[in-house]
């Protein structure tokens, strides 16, 4: 470590599970952060001032002033330009530490993408908000024999599990099969529906950033290997011993039905009245898009140089260059999909 270094991450050595040796191995590990959301950005926030060597934070949308409230990387500003979440994050992380290589990526994980997106990093985080990119993710995981830090919050309320295959029960053990588990893993359950609270999503995003720490220096003997459950309104914490699963369809027979998945359905969004719409890869030009739009009868034509955004009363589109579109308005797919049609072409 160059004597820098060492002043800078020196209350971190003195840890003892830490140490020299395994601060050295922390700035050389890798991690991809999947999802830059309320959890994402606490975990970003805390692994980058930690010190690693590189930080890949892959996420979907973009920022809106209803996540300021928790999302702790983003300010203001960004809400007012609309930036996509993974530039924002990446602007604020690479200030916060410059020892770290922080990559985001602009994209919505999918059976296409996922491998090439996770592949090369010591450690995936969780950071999605639904259940589907989470099962995609675990299958992934699995497929690339990498370790995976299970998390999400609703309510007052989080869960967090370090999956390593072949070792612990993956997220297909705890959820698939047995009805009752996901509703006790939060599945049901969406910002939505129950709002979510800041303060729980630190206590999640802390216990996920510790196992990741163990992982990534060195010290996976330290990991406690349990499923960990908090409701921080509350003060109810449990730790659960879950078992794997001898026949389950992911860690055991890998049947990856989430990655070997067809092209990912229409979904809705969690946190607002919206739908995205994936199209098989194009690409769209969006200062010329935006130009066809203001002389159709699109009315508050907006981009930047990430998306483009205009109004068709009551609806909002919001459309990627990639060819993705948020509708926001509805959750019915099939009015997303003609308004799509309409504005974007089929
Ligand atoms: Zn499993």
Request: charged share 25%.
């Amino acid at each position: 470590m160059h004597p820098d270094q060492f002043e800078k991450y020196s209350r971190q050595v003195l840890f003892a599970g830490i140490g020299e040796k395994g601060q050295e191995r922390l700035l050389a590990s890798s991690a991809v952060l999947v999802g830059c959301g309320a959890l994402g950005t606490v975990t970003a926030n805390l692994l980058v001032r930690a010190g690693l060597g590189r930080l890949r934070v892959i996420d979907r949308d973009f920022v809106e002033p209803s996540n300021l409230q928790r999302q702790t990387l983003f300010e203001e500003a960004d809400a007012r330009e609309s930036l996509p979440k993974a530039v924002a994050a990446e602007r604020r992380l690479r200030g916060i530490n410059s020892d770290v290589k922080v990559e985001g990526v602009v994209a919505d994980m999918t059976p296409a993408n996922a491998r090439e997106l996770l592949e090369g990093h010591a450690l995936i985080l969780d950071g999605t908000d639904n259940f589907e990119t989470r099962l995609l993710v675990n299958d992934a995981a699995i497929a690339l024999v990498l370790p995976f830090i299970y998390a999400a919050a609703v309510g007052s309320y989080g869960v967090t599990m370090a999956i390593r295959p072949g070792e612990t029960p993956c997220l297909a053990c705890l959820l698939e099969g047995d009805e009752n588990s996901s509703a006790a893993l939060g599945a049901e359950a969406t910002c939505d529906t129950a709002g979510v609270l800041n303060a729980a999503v630190g206590v999640v995003a802390s216990v996920q950033v510790t196992e990741a720490l163990k992982i990534l220096a060195g010290r996976p003997e330290a990991l406690h290997g349990r499923l960990i459950s908090c409701d921080a309104w509350t003060g109810r914490f449990q730790t659960i011993r879950a078992p794997r699963n001898p026949n389950c369809r992911a860690c055991a027979r890998h049947e990856f039905i989430y990655l070997e998945g067809e092209a990912q359905p229409h979904i809705t969004m969690c946190g607002r009245d919206s739908v995205q719409i994936h199209e098989r890869s194009r690409k769209f030009d969006l200062a010329d898009l935006g130009a066809r739009l203001v002389s159709a009868s699109a009315s508050d034509v907006r981009n930047n140089q990430f998306l483009l955004r205009f109004r068709v009363p009551p609806y909002e589109m919001t459309v990627f260059a990639d060819g993705r579109a948020i509708v926001k308005g509805t959750t019915d797919p099939a009015v997303a999909r003609s308004l799509y049609a309409r504005y974007l072409g089929a």
